[in-house]
């Protein structure tokens, strides 16, 4: 996906940076990192890279206590960039940057919610109105709060009634035995370059994605 022909993935830390400047310090840790190569057939191999060091884990497989906390961060960090959305720099992006490919582009490291495969969707989610707002509702539409939602650029679609009511928040799939209190949580670290073939997810993990050309 892109905004004014460039890509959302290329050179996006003058974004997180003007999202920090906007919004506060981490807001931009929403987003995992992308880091982008060009394969010959013309696809991109994407690398997803994060600045919390915990294991990411799918959002249905945290017990309901852990997927309780991760959600209601998910809302409050949605919740927070309402000035870079607002903002006539980078406000069309950052609306482009909140779709997401599926509903596990939606992880959590940790108690924090991130977004992988942002800024990119299905070629059936972009055919109409209707299906966007379909792929909107299967992925991060539960999770918005009142006034936000996902854009393509160029259009006016919206997911939902654009984005109005309360955030939408989805019930875990299952119930299960309270667990033990998870040990506090490492804070965010520095958004720092990665070295090659690690994860900033933690050194075991990566998350690859293709795409094409846009």
């Known amino acids: 996906m892109a905004v004014d022909g460039k890509s959302l993935w290329r050179d996006c830390e003058a974004t997180f940076a003007r999202i920090e400047e906007l919004c506060g310090d981490h807001a931009s840790r929403l987003f995992a990192e992308p880091n982008v190569k060009e394969q010959d057939d013309g696809r991109l191999v994407v690398a997803w890279f994060g600045a919390f060091d915990d294991e990411p884990k799918q959002l249905d497989a945290l017990d309901r206590g852990m997927r309780s906390r991760v959600v209601s961060s998910l809302a409050a960090r949605f919740e927070a960039l309402r000035p870079a959305l607002a903002d006539r720099e980078i406000g069309e992006t950052v609306a482009a940057m909140l779709n997401v490919a599926d509903e596990s582009s939606i992880v959590a490291v940790g108690e924090n919610a991130i977004l992988t495969n942002w800024g990119m969707l299905p070629e059936e989610a972009r055919a109409s109105p209707a299906a966007f707002d379909r ?23 919206t997911v939902g009634e654009g984005g109005l009511g309360p955030a939408k928040v989805s019930p875990s799939p299952r119930a299960e035995s309270p667990k033990p209190a998870s040990p506090p949580q490492q804070g965010p670290q520095p958004r720092v370059p990665a070295k090659p073939g690690e ?16």
Do not use: D, K
Not at 136 to 155: A, K, N
């Open 135 to 157: 792929h909107g509702e299967r992925t991060i539409g539960p999770y918005l709060p009142s006034g936000i939602s996902p854009r393509v650029p160029g259009q006016t679609w």
């Open 199 to 214: 994860s900033r997810f933690g050194l075991s993990w990566r998350y690859r994605s293709y795409s094409r050309l846009a």
